[in-house]
C-alpha cells in the first residue's frame, strides 16, 4: 500500500490499482506546509489499519492509515 500526502488533487479512489507513469495526484501544500511538497510512504498491506476521524484544527473528518513500524517498506526498491 502506498500514502501520498500534502496532494492538491487526487484523480484515483482508494483502493484502486493503477499503471505505471499513470498520473494519480497533484501535489500540493495542505497542512502545515510552507511550499508544494509530497509525503511518500509504503506499507506492507496486512499490516495497515485505515481510520477517520475528526480534525481538531479544521473540524472536518480524514482518513488515516495507520501501521506497526515492522509494515514500513523501503520506498526506493518500489520505484
Known amino acids: ?38 509525503h511518500f510512504t509504503v506499507l506492507a498491506t496486512e499490516g495497515v489499519t485505515v481510520t477517520t476521524r475528526k480534525s481538531l484544527i479544521c473540524g472536518k473528518n480524514f482518513t488515516q492509515p495507520a501501521a506497526d513500524f515492522s509494515a514500513y517498506l523501503n520506498p526506493l526498491l518500489y520505484l
Open 1 to 38: 500500500s502506498t500514502i501520498y500526502g500534502h496532494l492538491s488533487v487526487i484523480s484515483v479512489k482508494p483502493g484502486q490499482s493503477v499503471g505505471r507513469k499513470e498520473v494519480i495526484a497533484y501535489s500540493g501544500k495542505t497542512g502545515y506546509s510552507t511550499g508544494p511538497h509530497l
